[in-house]
């Protein structure tokens, strides 16, 4: 049987799949990635992967004049969305999905950056999202999306209602970021967007130690997420 094959859009170097990376391999997949900044990346066909995986970016949707690659991976991921080919979007690729499908993507009235709990919608009994119930994760964005035809959605936070939907058992978007609290890039995303950890209210300080209390069990329960949703795929 020929391995399954996984591909990672980094949006930015910094943004990569992190902690979510060992349960993609558990479950056989041969993980590559590709940058949107690789001349190779305009005519890759993403409905082939087995697996699609879109990270973060501080960029938003709507900034197609500047950065003329989300308007080409659009089209070719609302392709994939069609054909229901596995999808996971993670902050700025759960907006990309959330837009391919034909919601609108805005800047929010006020960013959400550091660790807190999301809601878990406790009516839908088999959402992976039940891993995280109660488990302060990593949010960083200001932007958020109008909800998708057709889906449902799966956790809510005190900011921001939409935080994760699914679409049947093989699209996931998710806004936090549980797949970061262990790794070291995190130094680069306090490094680059200072003023947003402000902007949200909070400090370094507190955010890095917030970083140390909860990210290696964030890490963990994001991980026990995405094993669980990888076994439901069709």
Not at 28 to 57: C, K, N, Q, W
Request: with cysteine.
């Amino acid at each position: 049987m020929p391995q399954k094959n996984a591909l990672i859009i980094r949006h930015v170097p910094h943004e990569g799949v992190a902690g979510f990376r060992q349960p993609i391999e558990d479950h056989g997949y041969l993980v590559d990635r590709i940058d949107v900044t690789d001349p190779a990346f305009a005519s890759l066909d993403l409905a082939e992967p087995d697996l699609l995986i879109m990270m973060g970016g501080p960029m938003g949707v709507y900034e197609q004049e500047a950065h003329p690659w989300i308007a080409c991976q659009m089209r070719r991921l609302a392709r994939r969305l069609e054909a229901d080919r596995p999808t996971l979007g993670v902050c700025f690729g759960a907006q990309m999905i959330a837009a391919a499908m034909g919601a609108d993507v805005y800047p929010g009235p006020s960013k959400e950056v550091g660790f807190h709990p999301v809601r878990v919608h406790d009516h839908i009994v088999d959402s992976p999202l039940r891993h995280i119930a109660g488990v302060p994760v990593l949010h960083w964005h200001g932007d958020t999306f109008t909800l998708p035809a057709n889906v449902e959605l799966l956790a809510s936070s005190h900011v921001y209602d939409h935080q994760a939907f699914r679409r049947g058992s093989n699209i996931l978007a998710l806004q936090f970021h549980a797949e970061m609290g262990m790794d070291p890039r995190f130094d680069a995303w306090m490094e680059q967007w200072p003023e947003a950890v402000v902007e949200a209210g909070g400090s370094e300080a507190a955010l890095r130690a917030a970083h140390a209390e909860h990210g290696p069990v964030a890490v963990a329960a994001g991980r026990a997420m995405i094993d669980d949703w990888l076994k439901g795929l069709r």
